[in-house]
């Protein structure tokens, strides 16, 4: 990854004045939210610009409510906000505004609010088209390479470094079928720590039939054993739950507790 946050400020700070579309693609899993957050964390970036700007979207996004959150962010008032609001708010800002997990490009157009006075927005996505559409300078993000998998796999399978008691080359066959995604693989990282249980997980990532798969369902069939070792099953259960949030929602622990004690499982 630190490849390419280097190649990702670069083009924040080393691009044209004109050139204000930046933009991250790769698969679901693969680090863009991270890679994202650790650009906004960036001191250079930090240095450049203000305000730092940052939108979550989603697949089902609501747009109204994003641009009134981003009016909030800057500080203007009123019920009826559009672009061009949004782009009066901003004038005299030199500022980058981030704009994360956007599924489709014409969103983008309602969010085209910052001046061309060195300010950027900086996308990251799924769809390479996305950034396609605004002529965006891309860079994609990889998958893991073998080296940097175990790396981050040993992180969560072995968090007291202990692994004398398992096969490297076991580890390696669970490594590789994690396909290089860094969520994959610390969610069956965990999955390792807690049972130790190395057999069963191999057994069922090679039992995965992910050929025929398109690359989302690559990546839930996988992380399907990170559900799986949620036992006892009470705790599935509870799990469960997060699924009754909108994506992306900020989940405060008294809602789901609520939830769980309506259901009776606490």
């Not at 939108?55 to 009123?78: C, D, M």
């Not at 009066?88 to 500022?95: A, E, P, Q, S």
């Not at 090679?206 to 399907?224: C, G, M, P, S, Y």
Request: hydrophobic share 40%.
């Amino acid at each position: 990854m630190e490849e390419t946050l280097e190649r990702v400020v670069s083009n924040l700070l080393g691009s044209p004045v004109s050139r204000k579309w930046i933009g991250v693609h790769g698969a679901g899993g693969a680090g863009k939210t991270l890679l994202a957050k650790r650009v906004c964390d960036n001191d250079q970036v930090k240095g450049r610009f203000d305000p730092v700007l940052w939108l979550t979207f989603g697949q089902s996004v609501q747009v109204e409510a994003k641009q009134h959150e981003l009016a909030k962010k800057i500080r203007l008032e009123g019920d009826q906000i559009s672009n061009e609001t949004l782009r009066r708010g901003l004038v005299g800002k030199r500022c980058l505004l981030v704009l994360d997990d956007v599924w489709k490009f014409i969103h983008l157009d309602l969010f085209d609010v910052v001046q061309e006075n060195g300010s950027k927005i900086f996308i990251s996505t799924r769809k390479r088209d996305v950034l396609d559409s605004r002529g965006a300078i891309k860079t994609e993000m990889g998958l893991l390479g073998k080296e940097d998998s175990m790396k981050l796999f040993a992180v969560h399978a072995f968090p007291n470094q202990n692994h004398a008691q398992v096969s490297k080359a076991v580890v390696e066959q669970v490594v590789e079928k994690c396909g290089g995604l860094p969520l994959v693989l610390k969610v069956i990282g965990r999955r390792m720590a807690a049972t130790q249980d190395w057999d069963y997980v191999l057994s069922k990532l090679k039992d995965q039939q992910l050929i025929a798969l398109d690359e989302e369902q690559q990546v839930l069939e996988r992380l399907k054993l990170g559900y799986d070792a949620l036992l006892p099953l009470r705790i599935q259960q509870h799990f469960l739950f997060f699924a009754a949030f909108p994506e992306d929602w900020p989940i405060r622990f008294w809602e789901l507790f609520r939830c769980w004690k309506g259901e009776g499982l606490v």
